[in-house]
C-alpha cells in the first residue's frame, strides 16, 4: 500500500533538462523498490530507472544511461528523476511506481502515480 503523487512535468526543448518528483507514502517504506516509467503515444510503457530504497542501487534503461539519474530524499520518502539531455523521444507521460521486487517489468510494481507528461521539443 503506497500512495504516490507526481509532479515535475512540462515543455523543454531537446538538449535541455527537466526533474520529476515523485512523494511516496507508505508504513513499510525502505522495503520498498521505486521506479520510473515511461509511455509514449502507440507505444508500451517502458521501464525508464529504478532504486533500492534501501541502499539506493539503481538501473537504468539504455536508451537513457547517462543522461537520467533517479535518487531518493530519505527524510522526505521523494524520489526523483533528473533529466538532462532530453531528445525528441523522451516525450512521454513519465509514471512513478512502488514495488517490492528489483524489476524492469512494469507488472511487478504494484503502485503508481497518477503520470505527468514530459514534451520535448525541438
Known amino acids: 500500500q503506497v500512495q504516490l503523487v507526481e509532479s515535475g512535468g512540462g515543455l523543454v526543448q531537446a538538449g535541455g533538462s527537466l526533474r520529476l518528483s515523485c512523494a511516496a507514502s507508505t508504513r513499510t517504506f525502505s522495503t520498498y523498490i521505486m521506479g520510473w516509467f515511461r509511455q509514449a503515444p502507440g507505444k508500451e510503457r517502458e521501464f525508464v530507472a529504478a532504486i533500492r530504497w534501501s541502499g539506493g542501487t539503481t538501473n537504468y534503461a539504455d536508451s537513457v544511461k547517462g543522461r537520467f539519474t533517479i535518487s531518493r530524499e530519505i527524510a522526505k520518502k521523494t524520489v526523483y528523476l533528473q533529466m538532462n539531455t532530453l531528445k525528441l523521444e523522451d516525450t512521454a507521460v513519465y509514471y512513478c511506481?512502488?514495488?517490492?521486487?528489483?524489476?524492469?517489468?512494469?507488472?511487478?510494481?504494484?503502485?503508481w502515480g497518477q503520470g505527468t507528461q514530459v514534451t520535448v521539443s525541438s
Open positions: 511506481a512502488a514495488g517490492l521486487r528489483f524489476s524492469v517489468t512494469d507488472t511487478d510494481f504494484r503502485s
